[in-house]
């Protein structure tokens, strides 16, 4: 993902924002963008935008229509000004594809002067050492950032930030591209103090970028389910607490709670065994309710585990009861009728990858059960043989 592009790329893209424009384009530069007209009635005098908008970047007539409002579109006449900005992006490495989402994302920005505001930026980072294919990634998924005045100093915080590694610059990006979007001061650093007093490092942080919720939620609300992972038995400053994060932070408190209080209610889990279960497989407080149900009945009317043997293992309630449990329970069940396999742990059995459990539970006994491959790829597919 974090190629660069080669030396002798980067001399020519570095050197067209120092070379003198030459903008001597026509309409037909976009057909190669061009995607068919809306086939919905138009108005007799459409804004030329608007027009070029649905041409050449496939907008729908509403669409375009909306953004031919915005105050930097409502002034373009004619497609010098959006070309400018096209040839802008396409120097700067950006593929077709690539300035089509552009586009579609910000189209407001193709009434910025390519010239005065956007190569300028882009030369100020290529200069800082920034290399293409960040620039290209920045661009694609956060093209406001052309946009703000300070986005020099926004790249250089969080390439600080992740001690000048390319690779985990680019995660930023392609995980959560609206961070750069955030202000330093008043967002960001005082997410960043409040994640290391739980001894998080910068690179725990940077993992959990992509987690929703978590850089988005307000301090008390990020600091409250800090404090719950804590009270569910995870400690600060290990492994398994930013699993956790990762695992809940999308979820409000109040579900969280709730999602707990299930497994005590209807299965008579205890609040240790709650903490217990959590500890071993956070994502057991993520699950529906109706998931939850269908997975437990299984297991306690078909399979004969106990509700509480289930707690000691609850990563059982991750596999899917339609792909996993109930094919490999097939299987193990025509195994065990057989007298072919008296000894196995069918929790052990679900959590194989699936070539693994083939290796161990369905090719050996192909030749001795005639169909177990097929009845396995029956129920699998969900046609449970009766």
């Known amino acids: 993902m974090c190629s660069h592009l080669s030396s002798q790329l980067k001399r020519a893209i570095y050197s067209s924002f120092f070379s003198p424009p030459q903008y001597h384009f026509h309409y037909h530069y976009h057909h190669l963008l061009r995607s068919p007209l809306s086939t919905q009635t138009q108005p007799k005098e459409l804004p030329f935008i608007a027009d070029y908008l649905i041409s050449s970047f496939g907008f729908s007539l509403n669409r375009a229509l909306k953004a031919s409002t915005n105050r930097h579109l409502t002034v373009i006449k004619s497609p010098a000004q959006p070309e400018a900005v096209v040839k802008f992006l396409t120097d700067t490495g950006l593929s077709h594809t690539q300035i089509k989402s552009v586009v579609s994302l910000r189209p407001d920005l193709l009434g910025y002067d390519a010239d005065k505001i956007l190569r300028p930026k882009v030369r100020e980072m290529m200069e800082k050492g920034f290399p293409g ?35 985990a610059l680019l995660k930023i990006i392609l995980c959560n591209s609206f961070m750069f979007t955030l202000n330093i001061n008043t967002h960001i650093l005082p997410r960043i103090n ?94 529906s309710e109706e998931n939850v149900r ?33 094919p490999r329970y097939t299987v193990l069940s025509a195994l065990e009728s057989k007298g072919l396999k008296k000894k196995y742990s069918f929790f052990s059995a679900c959590l194989a990858s699936e070539r693994r459990f083939r290796e161990i539970y ?23 043989p009766v």
């Not at 043997?309 to 059982?316: D, E, F, N, T, V």
């Not at 369905?362 to 449970?384: M, N």
């Open 133 to 167: 294919e960040v620039l290209v990634q920045m661009i694609r998924y956060s093209p406001v950032v052309l946009k703000l005045k300070d986005t020099l100093a926004r790249l250089l915080f969080w390439r600080d930030f992740v001690e000048n590694n390319d690779k």
């Open 194 to 287: 409040l994640l290391k007093e739980y001894r998080l490092s910068n690179g725990d942080m940077v993992s959990v970028l992509g987690t929703k919720n978590c850089w988005g939620r307000n301090l008390v609300s990020l600091r409250r389910i800090l404090d719950l992972i804590e009270e569910l038995g995870i400690p600060r400053g290990s492994g398994m607490f930013l699993t956790s994060l990762k695992a809940i932070a999308h979820l409000s408190i109040g579900k969280i709670k709730s999602n707990a209080e299930f497994f005590k209610n209807t299965y008579g889990w205890s609040q240790e065994e709650v903490c217990a279960a959590f500890q071993k497989y956070p994502n057991i407080l993520t699950f």
């Open 294 to 326: 269908s997975t437990m009945n299984f297991l306690m009317s078909k399979a004969g585990f106990e509700a509480r043997s289930i707690a000691l293992r609850p990563r059982i309630l991750g596999c899917s009861l339609q792909k996993v449990l109930i």
């Open 362 to 384: 369905v090719v050996p006994y192909e030749k001795d059960v005639p169909g177990l491959g097929e009845a396995y790829a029956a129920a699998y597919g969900g046609k449970v």
